[in-house]
């Protein structure tokens, strides 16, 4: 168990529609990295939250956005679903500090079904 | 992030060692090795990070030549279970020109056969 938490495990949903995605980092991280992975795809990395601030971008369609709240979980909303969302999407979290910030642990995902 | 470069897929046989190279010849000074590990629809996980010479858990061990440009994931007496996906990364601490990504290449997919 690596600590860091995500809801729901599965989701089912027609095209069009708004989904939330929910995670909860490891106590005591203040980063949380967002990442989607089609079937037999790689990691592609969707954003990065520090603290409650965007950090980075990588290539997040505009239909998905990402906030993290004060108490420091994260949610990704994806809006306007089509059939190539679905995917398994990915949360991380890492430990504040320097000298480490690519030792990330991650939730055991999401898995997202567009119908 | 440097760009790193490794073999698409391996494969081994229960019982031996196992050496995966990632290439990173753009490695910046303060830029560390880390080291994941995927399994079929599960998250990554962290397997071990180094910054220069020898690392060892109880996982791995991670040599790191003296010119950095290079790393060999060593994962000794592999079985069934090992058969995964392995990721290279590496990256730049904080405070030092990080651009807060933390990016996956495709790894490399070792299949452990019996």
């Known amino acids: 168990d690596s600590g860091v938490t995500q809801t729901p495990k599965h989701l089912i949903t027609a095209t069009g529609q708004r989904v939330t995605l929910r995670c909860s980092p490891r106590?005591?991280?203040?980063?949380v990295y967002w990442y989607q992975q089609s079937l037999d795809q790689g990691l592609q990395f969707l954003i990065h939250?520090?603290?409650?601030?965007?950090?980075a971008k990588g290539n997040i369609l505009e239909r998905f956005s990402a906030q993290q709240f004060p108490d420091l979980h994260s949610e990704l909303n994806l809006s306007s679903l089509e059939l190539g969302d679905s995917a398994l999407y990915f949360c991380?979290?890492?430990?504040?500090?320097?000298?480490?910030?690519?030792?990330?642990?991650f939730g055991q995902g999401t898995r997202l079904t567009v119908v | 992030l440097a760009k790193t470069t490794q073999p698409i897929s391996m494969d081994s046989y229960e019982g031996q060692e196992v050496n995966i190279t990632c290439s990173h010849n753009?490695?910046?000074?303060?830029?560390?090795i880390t080291w994941y590990q995927q399994f079929p629809s599960q998250g990554p996980r962290f397997i071990i990070q180094?910054?220069?010479t020898k690392v060892t858990n109880e996982v791995a061990s991670l040599f790191i030549p003296a010119d950095r440009k290079s790393s060999t994931l060593s994962l000794p007496r592999v079985s069934l279970s090992d058969t995964a996906v392995y990721y290279c990364?590496?990256?730049?601490?904080?405070?030092?020109?990080?651009?807060?990504?933390?990016?996956f290449g495709q790894g490399t997919t070792l299949q452990v056969k019996p």
């Open positions: 991380a979290s890492a430990p504040p500090g320097a000298g480490r910030n690519t030792e990330a642990f």
């Open positions: 106590s005591g991280d203040l980063s």
């Open positions: 939250y520090y603290n409650g601030e965007e950090r």
């Open positions: 753009n490695i910046a000074t303060n830029d560390y």
């Open positions: 180094g910054y220069k």
């Open positions: 990364l590496v990256g730049s601490p904080k405070g030092s020109g990080n651009t807060g990504k933390l990016i």
